[in-house]
């Protein structure tokens, strides 16, 4: 029987509508950038990873804006991260208080600030340390846990394959999300899908395959290959949460200009609201190059919407775009 990524699944107890999942995306993956994932479609959404030494000691920013939750997001997977079993205990404690219905465990995070501490990817070179990590978060919060790792921290390594069983075994943990390249390619290279398709033989619980997924084509197409049990979009979904929809045969085609303007326009209102004017100003640079790709604007177009020094110009560009005429600035 073909698999469909229409196919609903479980996770940890709860009901995910179908196999497409937004990843965890550090400095991105905030309750409104998961909000429009699931408005267009994805089943689950992951969180950005937060610092569970952030949880413990209570930094306000922390919690009020990483643990943030929508209401219409649930069940939501808050990613944690960190290297000390009872401070993740006490993080994932907190992070459940403020409404998380899983708690996900980053083991695969290559940046150095990260690693050096002991935590993200440095965890695979430590199984001990890891299932008593995952064991911790799974009593501290009395929730299901997930982790997500990498294949190993060098070339040709397969400890997180190794990794993956122990703590499906040792620690309970209710999936794992494999990104099939190793910790020192960071995010380039091509993931190994054969890899992954041995871990989903080798493990009960089901994988989230995470890696290269940027075109619908190679997602479908990763997704039968591997057996996985849902796909990750990452960089994929920038600028383009239409994907999900797409990938779910509930639309055909790019968004229109109309779609994206006021899609940008609903992310400007929501980045406000999270952040307050000024501060949303500063955060949305980084989202406007997405955006300019997905509206088909040439370099000089788009220039005044990816240097937009406040939202109130990102907003007159969206005015102005949305009554110039289409060709005049398309690519
Ligand atoms: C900007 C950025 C931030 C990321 N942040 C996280 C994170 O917080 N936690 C995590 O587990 N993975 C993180 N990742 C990895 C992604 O979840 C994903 O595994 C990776 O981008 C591979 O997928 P892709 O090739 O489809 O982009 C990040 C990746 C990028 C590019």
């Not at 890899?195 to 009960?204: H, M, N, Q, T």
């Not at 899609?263 to 000024?278: K, M, P």
């Amino acid at each position: 029987m073909t698999r469909s990524l229409n196919d609903p699944w479980v996770l940890g107890g709860h009901r995910v509508p179908n196999r497409l999942v937004l990843a965890p995306l550090a400095g991105i993956g905030n309750w409104f950038v998961r909000l429009q994932a699931r408005r267009h479609g994805a089943g689950l959404a992951f969180s950005e990873m937060v610092s569970s030494f952030g949880l413990k000691y209570g930094d306000r920013r922390t919690l009020s804006e990483f643990l943030r939750i929508h209401p219409e997001e649930h069940p939501v997977p808050i990613q944690l991260f960190g290297h000390d079993p009872e401070v993740m205990r006490e993080g994932a404690a907190i992070a459940a208080e403020h409404g998380a219905d899983l708690i996900d465990i980053n083991m695969g995070c290559p940046v150095r600030k990260v690693v050096k501490t002991g935590a993200g990817a440095s965890l695979l070179d430590e199984p001990e340390r890891a299932v008593a990590l995952a064991r911790a978060a799974g009593e501290g919060s009395g929730l299901p846990v997930t982790v997500k790792l990498r294949s190993g921290l060098r070339p040709g390594e397969r400890t997180g394959i190794e990794l993956a069983r122990r703590l499906a075994a040792e620690a309970g943990v209710a999936a794992i999300s494999l990104h099939p390249r190793h910790a020192s390619q960071q995010h380039t290279g091509e993931p190994d899908y054969t890899l992954a398709a041995e871990l989903v033989d080798r493990i009960e619980i089901p994988v989230l395959l995470s890696g290269g997924l940027s075109s619908d084509e190679r997602a479908l197409a990763a997704y039968e290959r591997t057996g996985a049990a849902a796909v990750m979009l990452a960089r994929g979904s920038l600028g383009n949460p239409w994907r999900f929809q797409r990938l779910l045969g509930l639309r055909d085609g790019e968004p229109t200009r109309a779609e994206v303007i006021d899609e940008l326009r609903w992310v400007v209102d929501r980045a406000e609201e999270h952040l307050g004017t000024e501060r949303a100003g500063r955060y949305l640079r980084k989202f406007y190059p997405w955006y300019a790709v997905t509206l088909g604007l040439r370099k000089r177009a788009a220039e005044p919407l990816v240097t937009a020094p406040t939202t109130a110009h990102a907003r007159a560009f969206l005015d102005r775009l949305s009554s110039a005429g289409a060709p005049a600035l398309a690519a």
